[in-house]
């Protein structure tokens, strides 16, 4: 079964930024839509922020847009996410899955934006 292992998370002041990368131990383009999902503190649903289709197609929560930038490369089986202008209500373990039959999640990574 493909295995995913998120990485790039860290801290970060208000307005900075980061890029995050997903590596998949399997194709990724044999799975479809992919999507970067997160886990605020104390929350127990995952959002999901940024998905991707295997053409290329992207969309994006409203609380994301225009900050974050999702693509990924079926080459080398790793989806990226982007994060400019992070804010401190983007912290979060941020995950990434398939769209719709999801995989066995990661460990994420952490994501602190804080001054």
């Known amino acids: 079964q493909v295995q995913l292992v998120e990485s790039g998370g860290g801290l970060v002041q208000p307005g900075g930024s980061l890029r995050l990368s997903c590596a998949a131990s399997?194709?990724?383009?044999?799975?479809?839509?992919m999507g970067w999902y997160r886990q605020a503190p104390g929350k127990q649903q995952r959002e999901l922020v940024a998905?991707?289709?295997?053409?290329?197609?992207?969309r994006y929560a409203d609380s994301v847009k225009g900050r974050f930038t999702i693509s990924r490369d079926n080459t080398k089986n790793t989806v990226y996410l982007q994060m400019n202008s992070l804010k401190p209500e983007d912290t979060a373990v941020y995950y990434c899955n398939a769209i719709l039959s999801l995989l066995p999640w990661g460990q994420g990574t952490q994501v602190t934006v804080s001054s």
């Open positions: 399997g194709s990724i383009f044999n799975i479809g839509g």
């Open positions: 998905a991707i289709t295997s053409g290329g197609s992207t």
